[in-house]
């Protein structure tokens, strides 16, 4: 996680445009999947965890996001949570959708 704050904060320094993906695993509904800014998103542990971390690096908003607010799962027997093999490629779907959708709107 600490990379993804690291890279976050980095482009938004830079003022570069970016979508960052939260927490897929434990997820199995793609129909609750959502883009919305990091103030916005609920229901997801790590988008939860990524928004306090941000906040105390200053950064309250402005961080466009793909998250779930579907609870993940909470009966692994090992305590990891891992993530069916479809939902993290509609997350990426979700990001490449938006990325497309963003160029196209500032021609």
């Known amino acids: ?8 904060t980095a482009l938004k320094k830079h003022k570069i445009p970016f979508i960052s993906a939260m927490g897929a695993g434990g997820k199995l509904d793609p129909s609750q999947i959502k883009i919305a800014d990091i103030s916005k998103t609920n229901g997801c542990p790590l988008a939860r965890i990524v928004r306090k971390r941000l906040r105390d690096l200053g950064i309250t908003k402005g961080v466009k996001t793909v998250y779930s607010p579907e609870p993940p799962l909470k009966h692994f027997a090992d305590r990891k949570i891992g993530s069916i093999s479809f939902i993290p490629a509609i997350f990426g779907c979700f990001c490449a959708a938006e990325a497309v959708n963003s160029l196209l709107k500032t021609r």
Do not use: G, L, R
């Open 1 to 8: 996680m600490e990379p993804q704050i690291t890279f976050i």
